[in-house]
Antibody, heavy 118, light 107 residues
Framework: QVQLQESGPGLVRPAETLSLTCTVS????????WNWVRQSPEKGLEWIGH???????TYSPSLESRVTVSVDTSKNQFSLKLRSVTAADTAVYFC????????????WGQGTLVTVSS | AIQLTQSPSSVSASVGDRVIITCRAS??????LAWYQQKPGKTPKLLIY???NLKGEVPSRFSGSGSGTDFTLTISSLQPEDFATYYC?????????FGGGTKVEIK
């Protein structure tokens, strides 16, 4: 059974960097694309970006200037860094696996609430 | 970016009702559309991929159709566990985008 688990601070101060890690179990990260998605009442579900095991990334243009997604195959993890955060970055952050066909997100983490506040 | 517009934004229905949710794309996305169900405080759950393919273990009362710009999700006979919010997502181009959601509420 594939499982994804997000981890990281739940509170980040404005202008600092939000850092989250997604640990994958039950499957090797050395396949598929691995995604970050966030959800807020204001913006709904918003795709942030994805990475594959080789480190090939694609980001949403709206966040590209502030985002870095990286992968650590030895730990079966991938990570998100979002720089210069503001209150508008407050959201529940999910990690998700993109299906082999690239046509859906078939497994999701439970999500973690990140609040940006001083 | 490809915009997805869902309608209605909410619907009140009774157990046993047929519910139809639509998702319109701002440009042709072929069949590159998925549908998800999300309950409060929970993770989105994949229901349908490639517009009409039911994910294994999803009940057959769910079905999807459409291609190009117009898509529908149909629940043929609403069950108590189906009260949730439903989202479409397109995979035709980056950035990947989601619809605004349709909340199915108890009438």
């Amino acid at each position: 059974q594939v499982q994804l688990q997000e981890s990281g601070p739940g509170l980040v101060r404005p202008a600092e960097t939000l850092s989250l890690t997604c640990t994958v179990s039950g499957d090797s990260i050395s396949a598929y694309y691995w995604n970050w998605v966030r959800q807020s009442p204001e913006k709904g579900l918003e795709w942030i970006g994805h990475i594959n095991y080789r480190g090939s990334t694609t980001y949403s243009p709206s966040l590209e200037s502030r985002v870095t997604v990286s992968v650590d195959t030895s730990k079966n993890q991938f990570s998100l860094k979002l720089r210069s955060v503001t209150a508008a970055d407050t959201a529940v952050y999910f990690c998700a696996r993109e299906s082999y066909g690239g046509d859906s997100f078939d497994y999701w983490g439970q999500g973690t609430l990140v609040t940006v506040s001083s | 970016a490809i915009q997805l517009t869902q309608s209605p934004s909410s619907v009140s229905a009774s157990v046993g009702d047929r519910v139809i949710i639509t998702c319109r794309a701002s440009q042709d996305i072929s069949s590159a559309l998925a549908w998800y169900q999300q309950k409060p405080g929970k993770t989105p759950k994949l229901l349908i991929y490639l517009a009409s393919n039911l994910k294994g273990e999803v009940p057959s009362r769910f079905s999807g159709s459409g291609s190009g710009t117009d898509f529908t999700l149909t629940i043929s006979s609403l069950q108590p566990e189906d009260f949730a919010t439903y989202y479409c997502q397109q995979f035709n181009g980056y950035p990947l985008t989601f619809g605004g959601g349709t909340k199915v509420e108890i009438k």
